[in-house]
């Protein structure tokens, strides 16, 4: 199967402030071989082979980065470290009850697990566990929550802390907040020091690393070759971990569909977070489904996304993903809606990326049909940064042939809606897309959307939570 290329990304604020310029790059330019091939140099990716050299020191284990590590959604994101309990609903859609409690605990300790990791291996990605706040900004979302407290409830858990509006208002910074839970395992990060200390741990693992090396066309066999631009790799096991990328494989295509999610930082401003009493360290997030998500960072700025859900005609990952104009406007003004009080303060980077959106935002692991020995683990959805630690035990378990707790979880090869294909899959996106995005306008503004637009808008994908509105 031939692969499309890809366009560069824009380097993302995260990432200039990483060594990633001076660091040692090995390109594939030959042929060679290897026991495990993992495509994709990310977080999933990573933690795919740093699994497998744990429990396999002998394994030869070889990534493939088109990009550099980190170059793609891994080192462009918001650094949210998030559990699934705000999923426990479309969980239990396929799980049994002790299946998405096992997948809700095991998202949850891999926040701490990722502590640990930062720690164990002296990298300093920022890793600060202060929690996570899902809000409402609008009166048509306040309880949007209600139902999965329920859902939590019902199995005996309580993750959830539900705080008044006050509460909600200081510890947001903004008064725009009108109601709120809190979930105190939650964590963020700077994700491109994270991805790029991952590389660091794998390769001190063994791991052979190739970045700047496009795979151009994958032959299925026993083994499974690789060809590149320049060079030619054949494993015995082949690991798919792209993320977005992972829709120009045709037998994936309909699992996902890349959207846009775009991000802006503000200039350094330490005391006039600390002055509006924005200090504690949460993440928050509203309750849009074209979600508003924000932090602070380390040095005291504001980092404000908005999944803007923009798309792109056909399977290439181009200018949508990197540094979309319109999406960076709205991302911007949110920001400023959000924080009016920002006054003069100036947003000094802005960038976008791809998500690969399943149906149901959760991810999908299995084999490409009728190849036992070529794995995929996407449909990450916006929330990979803590899960992608699960997708790496899984994609382990599977590349190694073990039968186990992760190899036959729920995940794996479940049953999940399928996306249209084009041109249904643009202009039907773009059609659904538009009335979200009214939809939720007018509920901002303390309107009632349109009936069209409420009936369209029941055709997007769920979002980053299971809400009740």
């Known amino acids: 199967m031939k692969l499309a290329p890809s366009s560069p990304l824009k380097r993302s604020h995260w990432m200039q402030q990483t060594t990633y310029q001076t660091d040692a790059v090995q390109t594939l330019t030959q042929a060679t071989t290897a026991d495990i091939a993992i495509l994709g140099g990310g977080f999933v990716g990573l933690w795919t082979a740093i699994t497998i050299k744990e429990q396999q020191p002998d394994a030869d284990v070889v990534i493939i980065e088109q990009d550099i590590c980190g170059g793609g959604a891994s080192g462009r994101n918001g650094g949210f470290v998030m559990s699934w309990w705000p999923k426990i609903s479309s969980l239990q859609s396929f799980c049994s009850q002790e299946q998405a409690l096992f997948l809700a605990h095991s998202a949850e300790r891999a926040i701490g697990e990722l502590g640990e990791f930062c720690a164990q291996h002296r990298i300093d990605a920022h890793f600060l566990q202060k929690g996570w706040l899902w809000t409402a900004t609008s009166a048509a979302h306040v309880n949007s929550w209600a139902s999965t407290i329920a859902a939590c409830k019902q199995l005996g858990v309580s993750p959830f802390e539900e705080l008044s509006a006050q509460e909600v208002a200081r510890r947001t910074g903004s008064n725009v907040h009108l109601a709120g839970v809190f979930e105190a395992s939650n964590a963020t990060v700077q994700p491109a020091l994270l991805v790029r200390g991952m590389r660091q741990v794998a390769l001190s693992l063994g791991v052979r690393i190739y970045e700047h090396t496009a795979a151009t066309a994958i032959h299925p066999g026993k083994p499974v070759t690789i060809t590149t631009e320049q060079g030619q790799l054949s494993c015995q096991q082949l690991v798919l971990a792209s993320n977005a990328w992972a829709v120009c494989i045709p037998q994936l295509r309909s699992l996902i569909v890349p959207v846009n999610s775009s991000i802006a930082v503000t200039e350094a401003m330490p005391q006039q977070l600390a002055q509006q009493g924005w200090s504690g360290g949460e993440s928050i997030t509203d309750s849009q489904l074209l979600v508003n998500y924000y932090r602070t960072t380390h040095d005291g700025r504001i980092a404000f996304g908005k999944g803007t859900g923009a798309i792109m005609y056909g399977e290439r990952i181009g200018e949508v993903f990197s540094e979309h104009a319109a999406s960076i406007k709205l991302t ?138």
């Open 332 to 469: 911007e003004e949110q920001c400023r809606l959000t924080y009016p009080q920002l006054g003069q303060i100036q947003f000094s980077d802005a960038w976008s990326g791809p998500i690969d959106r399943t149906y149901d935002s959760l991810p999908v692991f299995g084999q490409l049909h009728g190849q036992d020995n070529i794995h995929f683990g996407i449909g990450w959805s916006g929330n990979g940064v803590g899960p992608s630690r699960i997708g790496g035990r899984i994609l382990a378990s599977l590349a190694l042939g073990q039968k186990n707790q992760w190899s036959e979880c729920a995940l794996v090869n479940r049953q999940v809606r399928h996306f249209p294909a084009e041109p249904i899959r643009y202009w039907g996106g773009t059609l659904v897309r538009n009335a979200v995005m009214r939809k939720e306008a007018q509920e901002m503004a303390g309107k009632t959307p349109s009936w069209k637009d409420v009936m369209l808008a029941k055709f997007a994908p769920a979002g980053l939570e299971d809400k009740s509105v």
